[in-house]
């Protein structure tokens, strides 16, 4: 799964149907504070890495053109999450994943 972060600030997840991954794709001139603001959806900033909701990538596909996921869907994405708490890739209140940055430009 990645999640987009445009240039025009629009937030778009991409392979939303792949959970063996997950990170963040910005803008080179973006980071850190700025990114996390950005995003909102109580996105915070963490080094190189972004804490993200659960609540905010189940709002960014609700507005998918297509109608967004389907009924599998929501059993993937707990499994990745799952997954994702047993390796304490998750914050202490287990409502935010951890996600990497990456600057494709």
């Given at each position: 799964m990645i999640i987009r972060v445009q240039?025009?600030?629009?937030?778009?997840?991409?392979e939303h149907d792949v959970f063996t991954g997950f990170h963040v794709e910005a803008p080179s001139g973006l980071a850190g504070d700025d990114l996390?603001?950005?995003?909102?959806?109580?996105t915070r900033a963490d080094g190189d890495y972004l804490w993200i909701?659960?609540?905010?990538?189940?709002?960014?596909l609700a507005g998918r053109p297509d109608g967004g996921p389907d009924d599998g869907w929501d059993d993937g994405f707990s499994s990745m999450v799952a997954y994702a708490r047993?390796?304490?890739?998750?914050?202490?209140?287990?409502?935010h994943l951890r996600a990497h940055v990456e600057h494709p430009d």
């Open positions: 240039a025009s600030g629009e937030v778009v997840v991409d996390a603001a950005t995003m909102g959806e109580g909701a659960e609540a905010a990538v189940r709002h960014w047993s390796k304490g890739w998750t914050d202490p209140a287990g409502t």
